[in-house]
């Protein structure tokens, strides 16, 4: 939980942008484990027995995540617990998932809360508040669940990222916001051509379709917020999937972090995912969920403890990406 | 908290779409009553001294939000609390909605869930496990939230859709998806020209924005699900301030129903809206939140207590979509 830094000679806070590349430089890597809980995924150990109340599941995840954070919390400098399975356990699930970022912070990790929210108005602003660091009107000055950042979609218009934005400038908070998305469904919209928004950026060539113009979008916002490693608390989620996509994207980005989805489990690899990085290892980072949380399900590391699995491959995506990226 | 129609042989569940029209023609309106409980607005009756913790200002709209569900339930045929103002106040901000939604579902209301989410695969399938009936696997067989339907984002892809609709098909929950949104920057995307995208619907002009190929696609997928009154459990959201889209929007989707945001506070009148209903008054509802939660701000209802403000309030606007419609 966050003050944020509203009063007008406060001490100026480290932006998201730069705190994220503070953690890359000192982890050495950018690596973003997600904790994406499943109970018929659960180690043995944990997994309660079936079927499983709401509440039992969700003290199974309070478990399994916790000792998760411990266990990578030395190696990788970000996690990105996914809302819906939290969510869908209910209320207990919610609050499994408070005390999750809680904990994760307390690691020393940087969260992303991977809840893709997007609304208008003063709608927006309470999704802002919620996640982003400022809580609501009339309450504590702290937002409710603590993350670091937060995915949101821009489908409703750039006009409502605006909340999240002011929420970014005036604490240490991110935003990731959706520009192309990892599944095989996601050119209907993201890749439809766009010839008429009359957008044009100097020195690039016009948008030519929807995710080309929202990145222009996100590029204006970044470029204006750079901290001293030339990155901004603005960034993009561009999914590893689309390996000449991410390319693109990197170019019409260059002061956007990148939160690159889709690597091993939905087929993106270490020579495809360091497209999105430059050459400090900057720039983007990497998520990896079920390759790294259910480790213990994979062959290669079958016959460990699933929790040594788990760092295991952490350390396995740690020196892949490396050895892509050298 | 609906059990779900798994087994082959189990009594046929009423679809959502036709549990929609059941209640408008019962209750002789299509109004819906927006749930968007804001603590700087709650009537003083109600407001906790400020500033308040996120569990007072919880436990506020806990009282706010079930007097409105008692004040309105023989009216109107459907209520929509607007997640993101529980989120706002943390996990006991998530446990209050819990218990709203299922207050209203013991008092008769149809309930939708205004999420607006929307993510890929598995992730996709939580986000529809836990609102829209079947529960998490492994464990119980009815949703964690309860709610009868949730708004979601298209712009993932139509794929991404699929594990909502399946659950709506086995189930008595609905969907409404994103088609174009009442503020002023959803153009950007939503009215963003397509030329290209091969989409050809007999006896109908081609889709000549996103917002038009989204209705195609929803359109299809109601077709094929119509219940007794010609409306399916795949409906969609389309803002009342755009009133030639709405139009436009109800000739492409024949047999979906459509709720309709922007009423009132955002400039939406009834002429306008009821633009989205059918000869019947069916095929559209229409939301009002500020309008009537908070009707003791306006001066028309100062002078009553705050309830019955929400109540004259609610009847007005009954009465304005009646005239409006007849």
């Known amino acids: ?49 079936l079927p499983a109340s709401l509440e039992s599941q969700a003290s ?10 411990d266990a990578v919390s030395d190696l990788v400098p970000v996690i990105k617990p996914q809302a819906a399975f939290f969510e869908e356990l209910g209320p207990e699930g919610m609050r499994v998932l408070a005390r999750i970022i809680r904990h994760a912070t307390q690691q020393g990790l940087l969260v992303i809360l991977d809840g893709k929210r997007g609304d208008i ?37 750039m006009d409502t ?26 050119g209907f919209i993201q890749d439809t051509t766009v010839n008429d928004l009359g957008i044009s950026s100097p020195g690039k060539s016009p948008p030519s379709n929807i995710s080309e113009a929202i990145a222009d979008e996100i590029q204006a916002l970044a470029h204006g917020r750079i901290g001293p490693d030339g990155y901004s608390s603005v960034g993009a989620v561009v999914g590893a999937t689309y390996p000449a996509q991410l390319s693109a994207m990197r170019e019409r980005m260059p002061n956007a972090w990148l939160l690159i989805p889709g690597y091993g489990a939905q087929g993106g690899a270490a020579a495809d995912v360091v497209r999105g990085m430059d050459g400090r290892g900057l720039g983007a980072i990497v998520n990896s969920s079920r390759g790294i949380i259910f480790a213990h399900e994979n062959p290669k590391y079958k016959s460990l403890p699933w929790i040594d699995a788990v760092r295991n491959a952490t350390l396995d995506m740690i020196e892949a990406l490396r050895t892509a990226h050298s």
């Open 121 to 157: 108005g003063t709608t927006a602003a309470a999704y802002a508040n919620a996640f982003l660091g400022s809580g609501p009107e009339g309450g504590p000055t702290y937002s409710a669940w603590g993350a670091d950042a937060l995915t949101v979609n821009p489908f409703l218009g």
């Open 1 to 49: 939980m966050k003050p944020t830094d509203t009063q007008p000679n406060a001490t100026p806070v480290a932006s998201f942008g730069q705190r994220l590349a503070d953690a890359v430089l000192q982890k050495k890597n950018a690596v973003c484990v997600g904790l994406d809980p499943r109970t018929l995924s659960l180690p043995e150990t944990i997994r309660p027995k």
């Open 161 to 186: 990222l605006e909340p999240f934005i002011q929420r970014c400038d005036n604490s240490e908070t991110g935003l990731f916001v959706l520009v192309k998305t990892s599944n095989p469904g996601s």
């Open 60 to 69: 199974a995840f309070e478990t399994f995540c916790l000792k998760i954070i």
